[in-house]
């Protein structure tokens, strides 16, 4: 059952040491074309407050970018790839937990990767723009 589930949760390979690329993407994705993802979490993977939470997440995000100074070099139009990139980076953390959220038998899993996307929210979301640079990933 573990191996179907890491095999599936396509996410798994994003975290193993992804490209920014892919976070870009994967967050883009999220920015303008919530609703795919939104409806496989919700739905497909039985996590609906996952998904809810994500879209939540995502505008804070959006939010702050758009309010503070992001850190020295990163201005337009890398704003919006710093942005892509820490949604891409929640929204794996996202799909992870709620592919592993409620399975029977990997509790241990859960707990692992609901504790490191609620790290990464909290700091991304609570911590000063010029800290994110730094945050650890």
Known sequence: MAPQILRDARSFLLSEGPTETL???????????????????????????????????????????????LPTGIVEPG?????????????????????????????????WARSKYEERIESLTEADSAEWALAPN
């Not at 790839?81 to 899993?109: D, N, P, Q, T």
């Open 23 to 69: 976070l870009m993407y994967l967050g883009s994705k999220v920015i303008h074309a919530h609703q795919d993802l939104e409806r496989f979490i919700a739905v497909r993977l039985c996590a609906p407050r996952v998904a809810a939470r994500l879209l939540d997440i995502t505008e804070r995000i959006r939010a702050r970018c758009s309010k503070h100074s």
């Open 79 to 111: 704003n919006s790839y710093w942005v892509s990139a820490l949604v891409g980076e929640i929204a794996m953390w996202a799909i992870l937990v709620a592919a592993v959220e409620h399975r029977k038998g990997h509790e241990l899993a859960s707990t």
